[in-house]
């Protein structure tokens, strides 16, 4: 199983920006919803956005209106675009994809290693 890879993540001032990026390889499946999630230190991790396979977004209420989750489904890739970002956005940001293969339950697949964000002045 080649777990999906987060990158994107970096340090900027508060009311910076990031785009964040998880891609998976292909393979004798397709993927359903994709979503992320982050983990501060100390906190357990909490979702912060989802999108299913047809498009549709879902955000935490903490986010809504600052980031953009969006999906290139040719490229079995999921985007996080973070506006106006906080000091309480600092945290490891996780992808989740749900693997559909033909005949199984749905499996869920969460990225490897994460990506730092750190917001700070």
């Known amino acids: 199983q080649v777990l999906p890879v987060e990158s994107g993540g970096d340090w900027v001032q508060p009311g910076g920006s990031l785009k964040l990026s998880c891609t998976t390889s292909g393979g004798d499946f397709r993927i359903g919803a994709m979503g992320w999630y982050r983990q501060a230190p100390g906190r357990p991790r909490e979702w912060v956005a989802s999108t299913t396979s047809g498009g549709a977004t879902n955000y935490a209420d903490s986010v809504s209106g600052r980031f953009t989750i969006s999906r290139d489904n040719a490229k079995n890739t999921v985007y996080l675009e973070m506006n106006r970002l906080q000091p309480e956005d600092t945290a490891v940001y996780y992808c989740?994809?749900?693997?559909?293969?033909?005949?199984?339950?749905?499996?869920?697949?969460?990225g490897g290693q994460g990506t730092q964000v750190t917001v700070s002045s």
């Open positions: 989740k994809l749900v693997q559909i293969r033909l005949g199984r339950p749905p499996r869920d697949i969460w």
